[in-house]
């Protein structure tokens, strides 16, 4: 069991940054990948970036592919995006999800392999 509590959203300027962290419970953070997906009003939820069990792999959206960086610290339980160069077309309510690792595939950039979420923080990015 994986209990998610993210934070560091808010509002925000065009050009700007935020940082969103998201801190997981249990003991076994490390044997998950992770992923971070977003949802705005009336879509349904994108995946946005995930990052391997170790940290050493990561994998972005193309719509935030050099702007945005996952990262994790497995001795913290902790997992960041980084935002960087905001555009409004960015506001959405962020969640964090872990999935046990079940092979190596592009599974993860969809919501159905990840078994728990967080409540999510909302980003919104003004003009």
């Known amino acids: 069991q994986v209990q998610l509590v993210e934070s560091g959203g808010g509002l925000v300027q065009a050009g700007g940054s935020l940082r969103l962290s998201c801190v997981a419970s249990g003991r076994t953070f490390g044997a998950y990948v992770m992923g971070w997906f977003r949802q705005a009003p009336g879509k349904e939820r994108e995946f946005v970036a995930r990052?391997?069990?170790?940290?050493?792999?990561?994998h972005y959206a193309d719509s935030v592919k050099s702007r945005f960086i996952i990262s994790r610290d497995n001795a913290k339980n902790t997992v960041q995006l980084q935002m960087n160069s905001l555009k409004p077309e960015d506001t959405a309510v962020y969640y964090c999800?872990?999935?046990?690792?079940?092979?190596?595939?592009?599974?993860?950039?969809?919501?159905?392999?990840?078994?728990?979420w967080g409540q999510g923080t909302q980003v919104t990015v003004s003009s």
């Open positions: 990052i391997n069990r170790s940290g050493g792999v990561t």
């Open positions: 999800a872990a999935a046990l690792f079940a092979g190596y595939s592009d599974r993860y950039d969809y919501t159905s392999a990840y078994g728990y």
